[in-house]
């Protein structure tokens, strides 16, 4: 029997890298679109570059999506490629939508175009739900989206409900509350809060500068949400589902339980800077993840404190010359 084929748009990213591992595990055939670059950002696939096969496309250029998934012909394709980052897509927000927002179009109209009958997974994020309608949110909850990023999402997740309605293609939108790890990017604030206690520890820094300490986020294991999304795709129907812990928690509690972890006091270091306030910001987020775990028998294996402890772990062995995820 052939080995079932995986297309992963967003390989390199934390979520593609724990997706990678997920289906190697399961005996799939790996292939991970990455783009064109003078230098190499594979750092978190590195220990399974030999087990997959890295292929370059971009999700701004339809012709390569379409090339790329004619020639692979892929059973499942995993849509994770995004600028992900909310504050950073203020300041470039053309760009942020345009892979976001019409990235998904064109790979959903690439897999239509070339006749694969695949199923599709469309990384949607809480973000959506922005200004929120209700506490805590769930799979019928109106999007109110705060950001050029969240905008752009909100617009995949319909064109991947438009999709699965007008051509009955497999299609679902994972609704993905913040979800950390020791492999997230060094600006996102649970890493940076990490880093830098790491750094602290080693003497390498003296203060870390930090925005909006009081927004609250359901915070999760990235690895526990990507086998949620392989899940997604083997269910008899398609359908959209969030993934969240049910728990919220502020930015300042993470340093609390962060800082106190690694015998430090946090307000000796920490400095609010203007910079990292957004310019419309999104309070708090919470999720209801009680369709996936009744539907898909999915729940999250690693709760707050150990999530939060995992990520200090990494960063205070994690030596300052290490190469960074960007």
């Excluded at 055939?29 to 096969?53: K, L, W």
């Excluded at 600006?187 to 203060?207: C, H, P, S, W, Y």
């Excluded at 359908?239 to 962060?258: I, K, P, Q, W």
Aim: hydrophobic share 35%; charged share 30%; net charge negative.
């Amino acid at each position: 029997m052939a080995k079932r084929k995986a297309f992963i748009t967003g390989i390199t990213g934390q979520d593609g890298s724990y997706l990678a591992e997920i289906l190697l595990e399961k005996d799939y055939e790996v292939y991970g679109m990455i783009r064109r670059s003078s230098s190499f950002n594979t750092a978190r696939i590195d220990h399974i570059f030999g087990d997959i096969e890295l292929v370059f496309g971009d999700l701004g250029d339809g012709s390569s999506l379409n090339q790329l998934v004619r020639t692979i012909r892929p059973d499942e394709v995993y849509n994770l490629g995004a600028q992900s980052h909310v504050r950073v897509s203020f300041d470039i927000p053309e760009y942020t939508a345009d892979v976001a927002a019409l990235g998904t179009l064109r790979l959903l109209d690439a897999i239509r175009e070339e006749g694969v009958q695949c199923r599709f997974y469309e990384a949607g994020s809480s973000e959506m739900f922005g200004q929120v309608r209700e506490t805590p949110q769930n799979e019928e909850t109106p999007f109110h989206p705060r950001s050029p990023y969240g905008v752009g999402k909100v617009f995949g997740y319909w064109i991947t409900r438009n999709y699965r309605e007008a051509y009955g293609m497999y299609a679902v939108n994972g609704i993905l509350f913040n979800h950390e790890s020791p492999r997230r990017g060094p600006t996102f604030v649970t890493r940076k809060i990490t880093r830098a206690i790491g750094a602290i520890l080693r003497g390498e820094q003296d203060e870390l500068r930090l925005g909006n300490l009081e927004a609250k986020r359901d915070w999760g294991y990235a690895r526990d949400y990507m086998d949620g999304a392989w899940r997604m795709l083997q269910a008899d129907a398609p359908d959209d589902y969030v993934l969240a812990t049910g728990e919220t928690h502020s930015v300042r509690e993470f340093l609390d339980e962060a800082f106190a972890y690694a015998g430090l006091e946090w307000d000796k270091y920490v400095k609010i800077d203007e910079r990292y306030f957004r310019p419309s910001e999104v309070d708090v987020l919470l999720g209801d993840p009680s369709k996936a775990r009744e539907k898909l028998g999915w729940e999250p294996n690693v709760q707050f404190a150990e999530l939060v402890r995992i990520m200090v772990d990494h960063d205070r062995e994690r030596r300052h010359t290490e190469e960074h995820y960007v």
